[in-house]
Nanobody
Framework: QVQLVESGGGLVQAGGSLRLSCAASGSIFSINAMGWYRQAPGKQRELVAAITSDGRTNYADSVKGRFIISRDNDKNTAYLQMNSLKPEDTAVYYC??????????????WGQGTQVTVSS
């Protein structure tokens, strides 16, 4: 059973920083892309940032220049460094991994979500 466990959310003032972590565990054969999505109240879930196994990254326009996604392949862990946070970054942040368990087809897995609240 594969699990994605997120940590690092919380409450921060505008202009502050937070670092999210997402650790994948279980019978993992390989991990392709890992990413972070967020969902604010009344809004659809949106992609924040993603990173492939070879380090290629993709960011939402709203976070470019402020957020940095990285990963440690040895630890099956992805990170999201969030700087210059704004109140509009307030949302539940979800980790996503496109990975393959042993003897199974690749598919998407999701974490349970972590709340990020930015006060003005």
């Amino acid at each position: 059973q594969v699990q994605l466990v997120e940590s690092g959310g919380g409450l921060v003032q505008a202009g502050g920083s937070l670092r999210l972590s997402c650790a994948a565990s279980g019978s993992i054969f390989s991990i392709n892309a890992m990413g972070w999505y967020r969902q604010a109240p009344g809004k659809q879930r949106e992609l924040v940032a993603a990173i492939t196994s070879d380090g290629r990254t993709n960011y939402a326009d709203s976070v470019k220049g402020r957020f940095i996604i990285s990963r440690d392949n040895d630890k099956n862990t992805a990170y999201l460094q969030m700087n210059s946070l704004k109140p509009e970054d307030t949302a539940v942040y979800y980790c996503n991994a496109h990975l393959q368990e042993w003897k199974r087809l690749p598919r998407d897995y999701w974490g349970q979500g972590t709340q990020v609240t930015v006060s003005s």
